[in-house]
């Protein structure tokens, strides 16, 4: 079974309710960029399929349109959404951990002025493990691609779902470390960042198969909530795009994973950090780093 607190890590998700709110609105702002993107497009297509007379007619153009402005929208937020919501990301955290520690906010501040302060002080430490993070979704997208090939190569029936529940095992255990390693940080509240960090990734690549165990369990828990989620969304996202112009109603299934995705980002994202950080925490409590780990990621 999993070594985290379902009802504590809810818990402090729940206590952290000023970043969820915050996140949230940043989301659902992103979401709604997307609905606007997509429907403007729609309607700037409809409009030049009127007015051109082509064979293909408005409902043509505006499909077209529509394809447009998400691919624009898609392309214009992924790295200003990235680094902006890994700095949301990267406060969350810090009270988080205080949280997870039992501790109060210090000097009674709000948790979104704590969690300014800590990034604030931290911002270099912060750029660095976002850098990371690009570096490891890199990497999961090699891996992905390899285990994609072998399911082609290997037409066994099921191959396919189950290769692809692998890789999300694999993105969660690995995806996270980033934003571990600086809860580590924030909790030693090291004035030496960067000799903590290596230390850390030592105790975490030290700890990998319990950490592979939980985020086995949450990648479970993680595809059910989201499915779910993703159902749900169908309807009010059909109902979005049934008053567009042209025939839009089709794109139902991808605005209800936009909705689906940002409600995992807003919601689900922090209660899977906020389990992993209790089982890394509780892992690493007495140990120390193993010279031979240590030896084989400074290779």
Same mark, same amino acid.
């Given at each position: ?109 709000? $948790?979104? +002025?704590?969690?300014?302060? %800590?990034?604030?002080?931290? *911002? !270099?430490? /912060?750029?660095?493990?976002? &850098? ?114 042209? $025939?839009? +109603?089709?794109?139902?299934? %991808?605005?209800?994973?936009? *909705? !689906?995705? /940002?409600?995992?980002?807003? &919601? ?32």
């Amino acid at each position: 079974m999993w070594d985290f607190s379902i009802g504590r890590t809810i818990a402090i998700v729940l206590r952290t309710w000023p970043f969820v709110l915050l996140r949230i609105a940043v989301y659902s702002a992103i979401t709604m960029a997307y609905i606007v993107a997509t429907g403007a497009g729609a309607g700037v297509g409809y409009g030049i399929g009127h007015v051109t007379g082509s064979p293909d007619g408005p409902p043509g153009f505006a499909v077209l349109g529509g394809i447009f402005g998400f691919g624009l929208v898609s392309f214009a937020l992924y790295w200003m959404r990235e680094y902006l919501l890994y700095v949301l990301k990267a406060g969350h955290i810090a009270v988080m951990v205080r949280l997870i520690d039992g501790q109060p906010i210090p000097n009674g501040q709000s $948790q979104i +002025a704590y969690g300014r302060a %800590v990034i604030t002080a931290r *911002f !270099a430490e /912060a750029n660095v493990l976002f &850098v990371m993070d690009q570096l490891i979704k890199g990497v999961i997208g090699a891996i992905t691609v390899i285990l994609n090939t072998i399911s082609v190569l290997l037409p066994i029936p099921g191959l396919r779902g189950l290769i692809g529940f692998v890789a999300s095992v694999i993105r969660l255990s690995i995806t996270y470390v980033d934003e571990i390693i600086l809860g580590y940080n924030i909790r030693l509240d090291s004035a030496e960042p960067w000799e903590t960090a290596r230390r850390g990734l030592v105790l975490y690549a030290q700890n990998g198969r319990a950490i592979i165990r939980n985020a086995l369990w949450l990648a479970v828990i993680m595809w059910g909530l989201t499915l779910i989620i993703f159902l749900l969304s169908l309807t009010p996202a059909t109902a979005i795009l049934y008053l567009m112009p042209g $025939q839009l +109603a089709g794109w139902s299934f %991808v605005m209800a994973i936009v *909705f !689906a995705w /940002a409600f995992k980002a807003a &919601v689900i994202e922090p209660f899977a950090i906020a389990a992993l950080m209790q089982v890394y925490f509780r892992q690493i409590e007495g140990q120390t780093p193993n010279p031979e780990w240590d030896a084989k990621l400074s290779e």
